[in-house]
């Protein structure tokens, strides 16, 4: 029984070379989660009360998040709606063995859905944990607003790191045959009948999935191609686990060879499965004239880095290629437009002007990915100097306790996300927010934080400061900027006094 809510604002095995002891605990450190979570007790803890009660509410209404590891979440913008739906496992043979959360955010104002954009973590628990906060993403958000889309962020209860059939293991989810396929298409369902939108059922969807995650989402294309607009895959394909006999490669049909697919690891991921997969999925899909390209990141290992500012723009591509004017129908892959380039070279052209073979190109959607992606191979990052938009709504009162409280919203650039803010009093800045570097640097530093897993760090920060050195009695004007994630600052925002 499940319960869908409205939320506020061989032997085992593990990816040992991936996810390396030290870099779980830390992963769960950064989280806020404890290592307490890596028990079996606690990790398939049914979601909390609150989240069971089948009471709806809005952020800061009558229902309050609880901010465990598996969320709900306190987001950090009051813009859209979340919901929520959690699904114990099951022990019949053939269905999901895994429990999972389903949080699925819709923009404000969107008045027909259009597709659904799916951020899949992989493999580890640290992974599953890091993953049910995406669908707070701001930077995704940002995105799926822009083309009328939902935010889908899957967080499966795994029980330990096993990237097999091991009771507990991540192969029960990833491999969709296992029974994740039909517990995704039954959330979606149930989204789309709860939410008053009853095209989630049917739209298209973008897959983006990392490690386990990659796995799933290009499984997936396989089974259902004609509801796949576009996937994104990093560091994870079927082909890794070809040698794995108990998870037989699926047939691939000619409709898989029709999904724009981008292959994305990382230059010290050579020589391990997610290396070897990758290339050996673009070769084959290549060789049959897939849309498909390959963008190896200079600077990661396993974490993602800063893909999301090349993913992003290969899914805006694809989206605008492919949505049609009829919800169910995906307009084909307009191949005029595309660019070509060599596996691991950094230069791309204009497709009729490639000089080398077609079949083993790296296909690129149209220009501008292309500019994207031979700064992307270059550095591992993409550049931006674009300014972001000015915070809004700022307003001010008074904290009885410590000071004056300034609140404030704002739209996040969907080029370079959002850093952080600049807090004004009387044009002086008294803040910056975050008001603590990361622990750890895997890409950009975002607001909402960055993870090893491409998803913020919960607890999730709030826009909110307080004052707490304004002197008593004396009025003040308080203006916010924003930062991208590239240190461009916003204008100022307008004044608020008190």
């Known amino acids: 029984m499940n319960n869908i809510t409205e939320v506020g604002n061989e032997a085992s095995q593990t990816f040992s070379e991936l996810e390396s002891p030290a870099r779980r605990l830390f992963v769960k450190g950064v989280a806020g989660l404890g290592a307490a979570f890596a028990s079996s007790s606690l990790v398939s803890a049914a979601v909390p009360a609150q989240a069971q009660s089948g009471q709806q509410g809005r952020p800061g209404n009558e229902m309050q998040p609880v901010q465990d590891a598996w969320g709900p979440f306190t987001p950090s913008s009051g813009a859209g709606r979340y919901l929520q739906t959690v699904y114990p496992p099951s022990t019949t043979t053939g ?152 998870f037989i490669q699926p047939t691939v049909t000619p409709a898989t060879y029709e999904i724009p697919t981008m292959l994305n690891f990382g230059v010290g991921e050579r020589g391990n499965r997610p290396w070897d997969g990758s290339i050996a999925t673009f070769e084959e899909y290549r060789a049959q004239g897939a849309p498909i390209g390959l963008a190896p990141d200079p600077r990661t290992p396993h974490y993602c880095g800063d893909s999301r500012y090349f993913a992003i723009p290969f899914f805006e591509a694809c989206l605008q290629m492919r949505l049609s004017e009829w919800p169910k129908i995906l307009k084909p892959v307009d191949l005029s437009s595309a660019w070509l380039a060599t596996p691991f070279g950094d230069t791309a052209a204009p497709a009729a002007e490639f000089k080398g073979d077609p079949k083993k190109a790296v296909w690129l959607p149209n220009a501008l990915v292309a500019k994207i992606w031979m700064e992307y191979v270059r550095s591992g990052t993409v550049a931006d100097t674009s300014t972001p938009p000015a915070p809004v709504n700022v307003r001010v009162k008074a904290d009885a306790n410590h000071g004056n409280e300034i609140k404030w919203d ?88 008190w």
């Open 410 to 497: 704002t739209e996040v650039d969907m080029v370079s996300g959002l850093g952080g803010f600049i807090v004004l009093r009387d044009g002086h800045g008294i803040a910056r927010l975050p008001t603590q570097p990361p622990e750890a640097v895997y890409g950009r530093p975002l607001f909402q934080g960055m993870s090893y897993h491409d998803t913020p760090i919960a607890p999730l920060p709030q826009m909110v400061h307080v004052d707490t050195s304004a002197k008593a009695g004396l009025k003040h004007v308080y203006t916010v900027i924003a930062l991208s994630s590239a240190g461009v600052p916003s204008v100022p925002s307008s004044a608020a006094t």
């Open 95 to 246: 269905e999901l063995q895994l429990g999972v959360t389903y949080t699925l955010w819709i923009p404000d104002g969107i008045q027909t859905v259009r597709a659904v954009i799916v951020h899949q973590h992989g493999a580890s628990i640290p992974a599953a944990q890091s993953g049910a906060t995406s669908a707070y993403d701001l930077h995704w958000q940002a995105l799926a607003k822009k083309w009328d889309c939902v935010l889908l962020g899957p967080s499966y209860r795994v029980l330990n790191d096993a990237i097999d059939l091991t009771p507990g293991g991540a192969e029960l989810w990833f491999d969709p045959r296992q029974g994740s396929d039909r517990v995704f298409l039954r959330a979606l369902d149930e989204f789309a009948a709860k939410s008053g939108h009853a095209e989630i059922a049917s739209v298209p969807w973008c897959l983006w999935g990392h490690s386990g995650g990659g796995i799933w989402a290009n499984v997936m294309s396989m089974l259902h191609p004609d509801r796949v607009l576009a996937a994104f895959l990093r560091s994870g394909t079927a082909a890794m686990f070809r040698s794995r006999s108990e």
